[in-house]
């Protein structure tokens, strides 16, 4: 049972442009969300997270939205550069369990 | 401070045989973490400390799996008797209860490759 589900694997986005990248989850106890960057032969590098008693998260070109009724977050890159092709991933996380819950992964292209 | 450390990179090794990594997490931090991950998924949680105390470990520690983390500083993390489908990047992160956000930070990864 996947609980925390990305269903785009990959994504190609002009520089410059916006990249959004989503993230669902099923798991109603889930409060604390987290977006990594993974570049190849790397581990994850922390991005930005959320938790569930906001509704947005901004850190320089990165913003994270939730929508806790939909059980969705997105990630939106603006502008997107070269430099942010990798792979990003979505996880979850329940206050007082510590380990994550990772999603399967969005690769993003950013095409100069 | 230069992050979390994981030694080896890289390791292959015969099936059957018995492998050991290392990991350093970052020298404030309390909560050490191992993650597996395999091609095409995300990481999987295999088992977490904080301080020297394991409390939690995932039903994918099978029993030829075993985590210290003596002295609550570095850990290791052995594989007896592998098998081809141990195969996978194995993840060391670390996280401090001190801090109110919680990200955990991860290592570069030790790549497995049971031949």
């Known amino acids: 049972d996947q609980q925390v589900k990305q269903n785009s694997p990959s994504l190609s986005v002009q520089e410059g442009r916006i990249s959004i990248l989503n993230c669902d989850y099923t798991?109603?106890?889930?409060?604390?969300f987290l977006w990594y960057k993974k570049y190849p032969a790397e581990g994850p590098t922390f991005l930005i997270s959320?938790?569930?008693?906001?509704d947005k998260n901004e850190d320089g070109r990165f913003t994270v939205f939730l929508n806790k009724s939909a059980k969705h977050l997105s990630l939106h890159i603006v502008p997107s550069q070269p430099g942010d092709s990798a792979v990003y991933f979505c996880?979850?996380?329940?206050?007082?369990?510590?380990?994550?819950?990772f999603g399967t992964g969005t690769r993003l292209k950013v095409l100069a | 401070d230069t992050g979390v450390s994981q030694d080896p990179r890289h390791k292959i090794t015969k099936r059957g045989q018995n492998v050991t990594f290392r990991c350093d997490p970052i020298?404030?931090?309390?909560?050490l973490y191992w993650y597996r991950q395999t091609l095409g998924q995300g990481p999987e949680f295999l088992t977490y400390?904080?301080?020297?105390?394991?409390?939690?470990k995932s039903r994918l520690l099978s029993d030829r799996f075993s985590a210290e983390r003596p002295k609550g500083s570095f850990s290791t993390l052995e594989i007896q008797r592998t098998e081809q489908g141990d195969s996978a990047m194995y993840l060391c992160?670390?996280?401090?209860?001190?801090?109110?956000?919680?990200?955990?930070?991860f290592g570069q990864g030790t790549r497995l490759t049971v031949v």
């Open positions: 798991n109603s106890m889930f409060d604390y």
């Open positions: 400390f904080q301080n020297e105390a394991q409390l939690e």
């Open positions: 992160a670390s996280s401090s209860t001190r801090r109110h956000i919680t990200e955990a930070f």
């Open positions: 996880a979850a996380s329940v206050s007082g369990t510590y380990k994550y819950i």
């Open positions: 959320i938790s569930s008693i906001k």
């Open positions: 020298s404030e931090h309390n909560r």
